[in-house]
């Protein structure tokens, strides 16, 4: 039977319901060569995916760069990652039978991403999950990123459900820690990170084949007060390795 009052799930997008990560990060490594530049694209999105391209570009430079020339940058990443993408669309294994099971176990679902309306349609509505959500959360809907709460608080707000009884399903840090900010538990997926990268998931799977809601309802029963968000790990910074 449905939970009463019920549960909000919320999920990221990228690294979530699909696994884009290395296309990502190719995407970014020929815009880098592109600019002359030598940051390692996969150092750069483990630690900061989750936030707009923008705000990850921002952190590459040494000098400052402007709005507006970090927008076109953004672009014209954007455009290489749809290039390098547009025949691997796919959903993560198990995802709409996991999204149908969620619902009829009276979960309501939202989707909270840093993405634009624009990519979010270009998976989405290519992989037929839009019917899935209750409510979607993109970049154009919050004033903050993450790993800054708005996302999910936004999510969780047009839900109707309270910041304690939602669970968000992330792959990133600074969407773990985003989840945790909002008050909210989270789930880690391991498509970008390893398990012990996270930093308190009520626990980790590799994908929804891995998941029920049941064993999420007994998750939530066993630990009803979500952890607290860490300030070194939200930290935005391009970690040098």
Same mark, same amino acid.
């Given at each position: 039977m449905p939970v009463s009052p019920p549960y909000g799930l919320i999920f990221d997008m990228d690294g979530v319901l699909i696994d884009n990560t290395p296309e990502q990060a190719k995407a970014f490594q020929l815009l880098f060569r592109?600019? *002359? !530049?030598?940051?390692?694209? @996969?150092?750069?999105l483990r630690r900061l995916n989750g936030m707009p391209? =923008?705000? $990850? !570009?921002?952190?590459?430079?040494?000098?400052?760069?402007?709005?507006?020339?970090?927008?076109? %940058?953004?672009?014209? @990443?954007? /455009?290489? %990652? #749809?290039? /390098? %993408?547009?025949?691997? #669309? #796919?959903?993560?294994?198990? /995802? =709409?039978?996991? !999204?149908?099971?969620? @619902?009829?176990?009276?979960? #309501? $679902? *939202?989707?909270?991403t840093g993405s634009a309306t624009d990519t979010i349609a270009y998976i989405i509505d290519h992989l037929g999950l839009r019917r899935y959500f209750d409510v979607i959360v993109g970049k154009d809907d919050v004033r903050n990123g993450k790993p800054h709460a708005d996302t999910y608080t936004v999510t969780a707000r047009r839900l109707g459900i309270s910041p304690g009884r939602c669970v968000v399903v992330e792959d990133a840090i600074l969407g773990e820690q985003a989840a945790y900010r909002a008050?909210?538990?989270c789930i880690g997926i391991t498509t970008t990170l390893k398990a012990a990268d996270f930093q308190a998931p009520l626990l980790t799977v590799s994908d929804f084949t891995e998941l029920t809601p049941q064993r999420i309802l007994e998750l939530l029963d066993h630990h009803p007060k979500s952890p607290k968000p860490s300030r070194e790990l939200a930290k935005r910074q391009y970690a040098q390795q």
């Open positions: 592109d600019l *002359g !530049l030598t940051t390692n694209a @996969r150092r750069l391209a =923008s705000a $990850i !570009l921002k952190t590459v430079f040494t000098s400052p760069v402007s709005a507006k020339q970090l927008t076109e %940058y953004a672009a014209q @990443r954007e /455009l290489l %990652y #749809r290039v /390098l %993408y547009w025949n691997k #669309r #796919r959903e993560v294994a198990g /995802l =709409s039978a996991f !999204l149908q099971a969620a @619902r009829a176990a009276g979960f #309501r $679902i *939202g989707l909270g008050g909210m538990h």
